[in-house]
């Protein structure tokens, strides 16, 4: 059976650093970071990728649908017993309702934990604007509070480090505004169904402490 842990929480209040301290802390765990597969996508310029360029620059959701395609293609190349940390999926109830229906199709799997990682609106704009990016593995960095070794260099694999195009703090905004009006409803929706557990997450480590206790017992 599949297994999705789902990370959710506003642009900056760490789903990206979490999931691969995750991945760290406890085997077995796959993160699937939507935004990181459209950033790919766009790379490559593939279909998908053009097409998400122009929500992506404005800070805007790109298409349930075409969200939906990219998250099920890839869990149908991976095995049938994988456990995926989802960070930046889903956005909306409606992918909500699509990540169900795959998941109960074919008896797939189940989302067995909702992490809501709260984080205060300026601590966000902060951590965005000095965030940096490794074009090579996607490991995420800040200019003060997670620093790379030596500057502009990637500690885990070498690749260049860079800024997002759209961690600027106009988009920064939009984003946040996105979120507070199409994302924060996902967290009704977790709550009813049991699984969400909110978590201070202005400190790395004890993020990280208050969600792997969980991750491996199950
Ligand atoms: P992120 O890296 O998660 O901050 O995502 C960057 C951008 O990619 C977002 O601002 C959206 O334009 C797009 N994006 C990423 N994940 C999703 C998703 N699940 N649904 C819609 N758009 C997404």
Do not use: W
Not at 12 to 40: F, Q, Y
Not at 47 to 76: C, H, N, Y
Not at 133 to 160: F, L, M, Q, S, W
């Amino acid at each position: 059976m599949l297994e999705a842990i789902i990370l959710l929480g506003a642009p900056g209040a760490g789903k990206g650093t979490t999931a691969d301290d995750l991945k760290e802390a406890v085997s077995g765990l796959t993160h699937v970071s939507t935004g990181n597969m459209l950033r790919e996508a766009l790379q490559a310029k593939s279909e998908v990728g053009l097409e998400a360029k122009q929500f992506m620059d404005k800070g805007e959701l790109v298409p349930d649908d075409v969200v939906m395609k990219i998250v099920s293609d890839r869990l149908d190349a991976g095995p049938s017993d994988a456990r995926y940390i989802f960070d930046g999926f889903p956005r909306t109830c409606e992918q909500a309702r699509l990540l169900d229906a795959f998941l109960a199709e074919d008896d797939r799997g189940q989302v067995s934990h909702v992490f809501l990682l709260e984080v205060p609106t300026e601590v966000l704009v902060d951590r965005i604007a000095g965030r940096l990016i490794c074009r090579d593995c996607g490991a995420v960095y800040h200019v003060t509070n997670i620093p790379p070794k030596v500057e502009g260099v990637c500690d885990e694999c070498g690749g260049e480090l860079y800024q997002r195009a759209d961690d600027n703090r106009e988009t920064v905004l939009n984003r946040l505004e996105v979120y507070n009006n199409q994302t924060a409803s996902l967290i009704d929706y977790y709550a009813q169904k049991n699984v969400l557990r909110r978590v201070k997450a202005l400190n790395r480590e004890k993020t990280l402490d208050a969600i792997r206790d969980h991750v491996q017992a199950s």
